[in-house]
């Protein structure tokens, strides 16, 4: 069965960029940055980029452009006897189960975008909280909404690799981007915005501490996608021309840059009615709305559009990451059991469509399903965040640093000493020794051991 591949070197990064940039950005890096002492945590966040981020994807690149083949067949190629196969399995076993709880909140997302395009996202506080518990409680709008995101996703996916996800991340990563700008020039230009500038981009380092390290660390290989098997799949699409390491670069800096943008945008129109940035989930949803009304309020065509365009970047955001999800499930479908590109995407959308189905009610109409004294949906959220995503990522650099042969990750990674051989040598010493150390503490620390 002949593979698709990706037909441009920009269509390579903003596909790859599009798999790593999600709400991860837009809302976790924000309140993230928040709760860490603002523009220390930032410039600590791209330290943990440059540093581990980049040896981590192009770990993962390496594996899926000499394998050409879905994660599970990629990491086998290149194990000999050894069982490092199985670091396939895990990351296609994360990316679906992710795929089936991001969905609900991707549904939320499109709610909040209908209402805000009727005019009933905003309100104060009481009314904003009434508004998320009235909706996500109720029986039936969360599930058709999250069902609805997956199948939008599906629609994409079956079209294939370039007339699918590449053409899709040509659309969607630009109008991102745009929106971006949009909101951040108008959240910049309220009063009081330069204390939120100056919190997001001055660094007090009296605030830096290990759990800002950690934290850091955690959002830094979260925002990759690294542990899922995203990369793996999607570099078995690249050419075998494809300046590996180049192409982690600009999708590290692309994917940075909307996190900071994403700053630029909670910030200062926190700052500016006096909310604090660090209010976590609610963030999005609760916060926000209010945050528009106040900040927006005096002239409430603006709070109406700026609300509008927020939401939809959000669904843009959720709908680039929910596309890289299930292509990693279809590749495997479509490759193991042999089957055409349609009938396996069906098989991730209604395993995907299910577990959507149980989170939802697991966080509003059935509440009392508990897994472990967690709802379903916090459950998957933890059980892929705290374990198998740092496990993935653990596993694939010993496997890439101690057991590829040498031979191997030098000709992928220098295009057969074409390319790149001066940081050959750097790239090994840190995905052998550096890599694994960091993973490890991230994984003690999300375990709650330091």
Not at 412 to 439: A, D, Q
Request: aromatic share 14%; glycine share 10%.
């Amino acid at each position: 069965m002949s593979r698709g591949n990706f037909g441009s070197k920009l269509g390579i990064i903003l596909a790859t960029a599009g798999s790593a940039v999600g709400l991860g950005n837009v809302w976790r890096f924000p309140y993230m940055t928040g709760q860490n002492g603002g523009a220390a945590f930032l410039l600590v966040y791209i330290g943990c980029i440059l540093l581990l981020g980049i040896p981590g994807m192009l770990s993962e690149f390496i594996v899926g452009r000499h394998g050409q083949a879905n994660a599970a067949q990629s990491y086998d190629k290149l194990s000999g006897d050894r069982p490092w196969k199985l670091i396939g399995y895990l990351g296609i076993l994360t990316a679906t189960i992710i795929l089936g709880f991001y969905a609900v909140v991707a549904g939320w997302c499109l709610e909040y975008f209908f209402a805000s395009l009727a005019g009933r996202a905003l309100g104060d506080t009481e009314y904003a909280t009434n508004y998320f518990v009235t909706f996500s409680g109720d029986m039936w709008r969360p599930l058709i909404w999250g069902c609805l995101f997956v199948f939008i996703t599906h629609l994409v996916i079956i079209r294939g690799v370039r007339k699918g996800i590449e053409r899709a991340s040509k659309w969607l990563m630009p109008i991102l981007m745009l929106l971006l700008i949009i909101l951040m020039i108008a959240s910049c230009s309220l009063p009081n915005a330069t204390e939120g500038i100056r919190f997001f981009l001055m660094p007090d380092f009296s605030k830096v501490d290990s759990k800002v390290f950690l934290e850091a660390l955690g959002q830094a290989f979260f925002s990759l996608s690294l542990g899922t098997a995203v990369l793996c799949t999607y570099a078995s699409y690249f050419r075998q021309n494809t300046n590996l390491l180049g192409s982690a670069s600009q999708i590290a800096i692309l994917d940075t840059l909307i996190a900071i943008l994403s700053g630029l945008i909670i910030f200062p129109a926190a700052f500016s009615v006096g909310i604090s940035p660090d209010s976590g989930p609610s963030l999005i949803f609760i916060t926000l709305p209010n945050v528009f009304q106040q900040a927006f309020g005096s002239v409430p065509e603006a709070a109406y559009f700026i609300s509008i365009m927020f939401y939809a970047l959000l669904v843009f955001a959720a709908l680039t990451s929910t596309i890289s999800m299930h292509e990693i499930g279809t590749a495997f479908f479509t490759e193991e059991l042999n089957l055409p590109r349609k009938k396996a995407a069906w098989i991730v959308t209604g395993f995907a469509s299910l577990l959507c189905i149980f989170c939802a009610w697991s966080v509003g109409a059935f509440d009392g399903i508990k897994v472990m004294g967690m709802s379903l949906m916090d459950f998957c959220d933890q059980l892929t965040a705290n374990f198998m995503l740092p496990l993935g990522a653990l596993l694939t650099t010993i496997f890439m640093g101690w057991f590829v042969p040498k031979q191997i990750v030098f000709d992928e990674f220098t295009n057969n000493g074409t390319k790149n051989t001066m940081f050959y040598s750097l790239f090994l010493v840190t995905v052998r020794y550096i890599c694994p150390i960091g993973i490890v503490l991230i994984f003690l620390h999300q375990l709650g051991v330091i």
